[in-house]
């Protein structure tokens, strides 16, 4: 018998009500292969230093780093990505420790690579690690960020990366042009399989503290900021601009950094341009989940998976995250 006054039209929680339909209908779903570890490389042996507004991440010298990489390769993470700590004693305003192919990243690239080839290396391409003010690029008399000049740098420092064997050369810096200039050195020295991925919408953002704290950058950009070359975060067409151009110069993938508070950016980006776009769930976003589950306020494994879910949600091929390790543990986990 029908019923003459259906109520409600549809039952939406029908395929809610039981597991096999809510995973029948499961639209988006992580995998060990959407995740990229970030770390932390300290100079010399047998070391490692706890940062203490990330707690859990650690520095740590090459030969502890192994240990992670091979936890990597064990779990599908596909690729690792190294930010150094520089002795303050090799930091200058000419930056050139950026391009010394002797330095702390080429030597750890060449050596993580002969262990573990099939582990993807992405390096930074940035000068903040090396300047003594802790800026992205070399500065004038006023302080102003100079943008050819600093180009110039990076691309050698793009050069010295892929040399010695990085598989990724990622600019973080937010230079205008870069792409184009560090794709020609590149290609100029017969590196054209070295692939870009370009930071494009990198925001001018309060959520990098933490980041800054772990390299050491913090103390030489003192009261700085870097409004002049990262994005503001009141804009979003500018983001689509960025990334258009960085596709247009050569990149093979797009950044949107940070994750959470961006995620209309990664939508938009990945809308527009149908390209491998990723997205860097940055030290402040994880030190926000860390201090919220230690307080016993969040359950973190709950929300950590679900913090990533929405950046597939918005479009992501791939997420930078300092869980990445934490992450497809559990998934392993899940699946046995
Ligand atoms: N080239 C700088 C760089 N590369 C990665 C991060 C931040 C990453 C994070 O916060 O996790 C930053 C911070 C900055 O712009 O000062
Ligand atoms: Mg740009």
């Avoid at 019923?3 to 995998?31: A, C, I, T, V, W």
């Avoid at 930074?124 to 102003?144: K, R, V």
């Avoid at 070295?194 to 925001?203: D, E, Q």
Wanted: proline share 5%; hydrophobic share 40%; charged share 25%.
């Amino acid at each position: 018998m029908q019923n003459s006054s259906p109520f409600p039209q549809k039952r939406m929680r029908r395929m809610r009500r039981d597991d096999f339909s809510r995973r029948m209908m499961r639209e988006h779903q992580l995998s060990s292969d959407d995740l990229i570890y970030p770390v932390f490389l300290l100079e010399g042996s047998n070391k490692t230093e706890a940062v203490s507004s990330m707690p859990g991440v650690i520095r740590q010298t090459l030969d502890k780093l192994f240990y992670q990489a091979e936890q990597c390769v064990k779990l599908g993470i596909p690729a690792m990505a190294l930010f150094p700590v520089i002795d303050a004693s090799l930091k200058s305003l000419d930056a050139k420790e950026a391009f010394n192919p002797d330095g702390l990243v080429p030597r750890a690239v060449a050596s993580l690579k002969q262990r573990f080839p099939e582990l993807g290396l992405i390096t930074d391409i940035a000068l903040d690690p090396y300047t003594s003010h802790g800026q992205d690029g070399l500065i004038d008399e006023t302080g102003y960020v100079l943008n050819d000049e600093t180009v110039a740098v990076l691309a050698k420092q793009a050069i010295v990366h892929a040399e010695a064997g990085a598989d990724i050369v990622a600019p973080s810096d937010m230079m205008d042009g870069r792409i184009a200039a560090v794709r020609a050195a590149l290609d100029s020295t017969g590196k054209i399989h070295t692939r870009i991925l370009a930071y494009s919408a990198k925001y001018a953002s309060s959520f990098y503290g933490p980041f800054r704290d772990a390299v050491g950058s913090a103390a030489n950009l003192g009261s700085g900021n870097k409004h002049t070359y990262q994005m503001d975060p009141a804009n979003s067409n500018e983001a689509l601009w960025e990334a258009g151009l960085d596709i247009e110069e050569g990149a093979d993938m797009i950044m949107v950094k940070p994750g959470m508070p961006y995620l209309d950016i990664v939508r938009r980006i990945k809308d527009e341009y149908k390209v491998p776009t990723f997205v860097y769930q940055v030290s402040g976003e994880y030190a926000m989940l860390k201090a919220a589950a230690i307080n016993g306020w969040l359950n973190e494994k709950a929300s950590v998976l679900e913090s990533l879910l929405s950046f597939k949600r918005a479009g992501a091929d791939g997420i930078l995250t300092y869980y990445a390790l934490n992450v497809a543990n559990w998934l392993a986990e899940g699946k046995s």
